[in-house]
């Protein structure tokens, strides 16, 4: 099975900074990567499918990029709403996989 | 609106079975993939089951091949998740996911059942 490593597995940031997480495919999976917030006690959201592409509805402010084994997401300026925890998931073959997630917190 | 209702979970002990069902509306149920997402608790999120969108193709982790089943009825619009031989390690809030792709174009989700939880415990 394809492993994603997310990094880091939680940080700390203010309203305003730029966060960046990263996901790592343990082989190749072209552009096979989706992004998921998910808030405590609710379902996830999709916000990031095909690696780069924009989810209907979510703010410009994410964003993703990469291909092959090493992917981001980018939030260029956090929000109060945006402190959640964020996975990957590759949608390369099966079984499908999810990174361990990223915890943004409120520093 | 696309929703999608889970429901089925409970408390059963190691070895017993549960059947999860997730009923979908407002949506062309027979041309989407539908699949089940557990989570357990305080952990992250890890894929578990799919069928495709015309019931033809079936997939499974690993820790559940050959315990879990999948099945979806088109009549009910409704997709079913028979969990046998469960075990302490299966306790998760399972959520039923819809591919936001029709006819298997994409397998990322963009719509979530609400999740159930299904404890397995002596």
Known sequence: AIQLTQSPSSLSASVGDRVTITCRASQDITSALAW???????????????????????????????????????????????????????????????????????? | QVQLVVSGGGVVRPGGSLRLSCAASG?????????????????????????????????????????????????????????????TEDTAVYFCAKVKGPYGSGNYFDHWGQGTLVTVSS
């Not at chain 1, 994410?62 to 990957?88: K, M, N, R, V, W």
């Not at chain 2, 619009?77 to 469960?86: A, H």
């Open chain 1, 36 to 107: 998921y917030q998910q808030i405590p006690g609710k379902t996830p959201k999709l916000l990031i499918y095909d690696a780069s592409i924009l989810e209907s509805g979510v703010p410009p402010r994410f964003s993703g990029g990469g291909s092959g084994t090493d992917f981001a997401l980018t939030i260029s300026s956090l929000q109060p709403e945006d402190f959640a925890t964020y996975y990957c998931q590759h949608f390369y073959s099966y079984p499908l996989t999810f990174g361990g997630g990223t915890k943004v917190e409120i520093k």
């Open chain 2, 27 to 87: 949506l062309d149920f027979n041309i989407y993939g539908i699949h089940w997402v557990r989570q357990a608790p305080g952990k992250g999120l890890e894929w578990v089951a799919m069928v495709r969108y015309d019931g033809t193709d079936k997939y499974f982790a690993d820790p559940v091949q050959g315990r879990f089943t999948i099945s979806r009825d088109s009549f009910k619009d409704t997709v079913y998740l028979q969990m046998n031989s469960l075990r």
